[in-house]
Nanobody, 124 residues
Framework: QAQLVESGGGLVQAGGSLRLACAASGRTFRNYAMAWFRQAPGTEREFVAGMRWSVGSTYYVDSVKGRFTISGDNAKNTVFLQMNSLKPEDTAVYYC?????????????????WGQGTQVTVSS
């Protein structure tokens, strides 16, 4: 069965950086849309960044444009999220997700596979 496992979360000062990784197993996700979502306490899960490996496209929510970068390593079947200039409002559990076909990057219901999440905490 396909599985996504996130890693790389932790505690960082405002202005610092973290690099999250999403390791996929059970199948190749080369033809899937891959995305990062996040969920802060008391809030709904929100889209952060996405990529479609097969067509080389990326998409970011406005609040992280210029600060976050999504990328992938096809040989390792792994997707990354480089997070720079972190802000306290970036604090959340970050989730990796995958979808073979989707109409919207941001719609949670479009995604077929989810990781269990990794905690990112940004202190002021």
């Amino acid at each position: 069965q396909a599985q996504l496992v996130e890693s790389g979360g932790g505690l960082v000062q405002a202005g610092g950086s973290l690099r999250l990784a999403c390791a996929a197993s059970g199948r190749t996700f080369r033809n899937y849309a891959m995305a990062w979502f996040r969920q802060a306490p008391g809030t709904e899960r929100e889209f952060v960044a996405g990529m479609r490996w097969s067509v080389g496209s990326t998409y970011y929510v406005d609040s992280v444009k210029g600060r976050f970068t999504i990328s992938g390593d096809n040989a390792k079947n792994t997707v990354f999220l480089q997070m720079n200039s972190l802000k306290p409002e970036d604090t959340a559990v970050y989730y990796c997700a995958a979808r073979l076909s989707m109409a919207s990057w941001v719609a949670v219901d479009e995604y077929d596979y989810w990781g269990q999440g990794t905690q990112v905490t940004v202190s002021s």
